[in-house]
T-cell receptor, first 117, second 115 residues
Framework: KAGVTQTPRYLIKTRGQQVTLSCSPISGHRSVSWYQQTPGQGLQFLFEYFSETQRNKGNFPGRFSGRQFSNSRSEMNVSTLELGDSALYLC????????????????FGPGTRLTVL | AQKVTQAQTEISVVEKEDVTLDCVYETRDTTYYLFWYKQPPSGELVFLIRRNSFDEQNEISGRYSWNFQKSTSSFNFTITASQVVDSAVYFCALSEYNQGGKLIFGQGTELSVKP
């Protein structure tokens, strides 16, 4: 079974630009979560999508947004990039089931390293 | 509020030593889930274990073992007879009931195993 894939792996942008990152979950997984990893703040939850709906959201400004498609693939978008957005962006997928309340293990992709100049 | 604390920022051991990584968590929920992940230098987070709050039984998997104690809100991870390949950053994480894919991570412990 193929793992979680993320594209692109590396990205360099300048301040003020916008960027779109893509994530393909493990086949059969319906939940996709996004995390930002920086040396200063560590791993922080951005948002989670399940069945094309945002199910959870972290404490990030509205410049960070995402969506999920019917095949469970997900994209996240960051508009008006700032220097502080430079980070490793990780996507994770899990089986998850609506309404059970439980947290299944998440499987992570290799990440997209975004550098903002 | 939910929080995970990994007080050890860096640990350095010599191969074959045993090492314990500490994890303390805070949550008001009675149902929650605890996880450990490994992040080798390649960067990809690797899932190690998941535990729910009702299962306090300790678990052993090869050289790895986990000690879950609700009384002290701790979920510690021990590597027995460490190897160089164990060198990585290890993260403890918490998820509360009905929070689905939202993991709250600790700051991580960087383990260096020297030959």
């Amino acid at each position: 079974k193929a793992g979680v894939t993320q594209t692109p792996r590396y990205l360099i942008k300048t301040r003020g630009q916008q960027v779109t990152l893509s994530c393909s979950p493990i086949s059969g997984h319906r939940s996709v979560s996004w995390y930002q990893q920086t040396p200063g703040q560590g791993l922080q939850f951005l948002f989670e999508y399940f069945s094309e709906t945002q199910r959870n959201k972290g404490n990030f400004p509205g410049r960070f947004s995402g969506r999920q498609f019917s095949n469970s693939r997900s994209e996240m978008n960051v508009s008006t990039l700032e220097l502080g957005d430079s980070a490793l962006y990780l996507c994770a997928s899990s089986r998850s089931n609506a309404g059970t309340g439980s947290s299944d293990e998440q499987f992570f992709g290799p990440g997209t390293r975004l550098t903002v100049l | 509020a939910q929080k995970v604390t990994q007080a050890q920022t860096e640990i350095s051991v010599v191969e074959k030593e045993d090492v314990t990584l500490d994890c303390v968590y805070e949550t008001r929920d009675t149902t929650y889930y605890l996880f450990w992940y490994k992040q080798p230098p390649s960067g990809e987070l690797v899932f190690l274990i998941r535990r729910n709050s009702f299962d306090e039984q300790n678990e052993i998997s090869g050289r790895y073992s986990w000690n879950f104690q609700k009384s002290t809100s701790s979920f510690n991870f021990t590597i027995t007879a460490s190897q160089v390949v164990d060198s990585a950053v290890y993260f403890c994480a918490l998820s509360e009931y009905n929070q689905g894919g939202k993991l709250i991570f600790g700051q991580g412990t960087e383990l260096s195993v020297k030959p």
